[in-house]
Structure formats: structure tokens, C-alpha cells
């Protein structure tokens, strides 16, 4: 009897350990017509999982004040990212050439629209870039970085 229940002990733990761990831990930023996030500075572990939300707050037209957020790959120049995507509205000013160099990202999005991303923060410690891709937003400041330690 008893190593029936130290048996269904541990089923629980097998079923209920890694749920809680694989949880993700939940950002949520805003931008604003100031051309800032709200969040300028994550830090995270390595290989953790993050939920990064982010919602537009503007009181001007999409086609004028957009934001998304776009994680960049370590060695990506962010204003070299940003310049080549200018030529590149139709795919949220992202170079489709680039998009290799994007860890994580989420949609373009207008006044009051909300879209999140669920990804594996890499396992190598240092610096990530992000940045908003709308014309000039990220040459204005609006930009952030992940940091890994
Ligand atoms: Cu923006």
C-alpha cells in the first residue's frame, strides 16, 4: 500500500513539475506616441521562456503611429535592421532578406490592438537588441534590450 502511494506521488510530480516550468513568464509593454516602450530593459535567463505582450496606445491613425517589437539576433547591426526595412511597408517594414536575423517579433500594431509572442530566450548570455521597425521609430528611441545573464 504504501508503495502505491509513493507511486501516485510521484505520477503527480511527473505530471505537475514540468507544467509549472514550462509556465511562461509573462512582459507586457506598451508603446506610445512618444515613441518609447513602456518596458526598456529585460532581463532573463538562459534558455528561459518569456511571453513578451504588446499593445499600441496612440491617438493617431495606424497608418501614422504603429509599433511592433522585434528581438534581434546578437551581431545584428539594429540600425542597419531598421534602414533596409523602410523599403519594406508591406511586410511591416522588415526586409524579408533579414527576417533571419529576428529571434522573436510580433505583428504591426495600430491604436488598442494587442498581440503577444511566446519564445525560448537563448541559452548564450549577453545583450539582445529590440527594436519598433515603424519609419524612424527606432532612429527616435524607441528600443530596448533583452538581457541574458
Ligand atoms: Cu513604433
Known amino acids: 500500500m504504501k ?20 509556465q511562461p513568464r509573462e512582459i507586457y509593454i506598451e508603446g506610445h506616441d512618444q515613441l518609447r516602450y ?11 521562456t518569456l511571453k ?3 499593445k499600441t496606445v496612440s491617438a493617431m ?3 501614422q ?3 511592433n517589437w522585434v528581438l534581434l539576433k ?8 531598421v534602414t533596409k ?3 519594406h511597408p508591406k511586410s511591416e517594414y ?5 527576417t533571419d536575423k529576428i529571434i522573436a517579433k510580433t505583428d504591426m500594431l495600430g491604436d488598442g490592438e494587442t498581440d503577444s509572442v511566446t519564445f525560448k530566450v537563448p541559452d548564450k548570455k549577453g545583450e539582445y537588441q529590440y527594436v519598433c521597425t515603424f519609419r524612424a521609430h527606432f532612429q527616435a528611441g524607441m528600443k530596448g534590450k533583452l538581457i541574458v545573464e
Open 3 to 22: 508503495a502505491k502511494s509513493i507511486i501516485l506521488q510521484l505520477l503527480v510530480l511527473i505530471l505537475i513539475v514540468p507544467a509549472a516550468y514550462s
Open 38 to 48: 513602456t518596458v526598456e530593459t529585460i532581463k532573463a535567463k538562459p534558455g528561459e
Open 52 to 54: 513578451i505582450t504588446l
Open 61 to 63: 491613425d495606424k497608418s
Open 65 to 67: 503611429m504603429s509599433h
Open 74 to 81: 546578437q551581431g545584428t547591426d539594429p540600425m542597419n535592421f
Open 85 to 87: 526595412g523602410l523599403q
Open 94 to 98: 522588415i526586409d524579408p532578406a533579414l
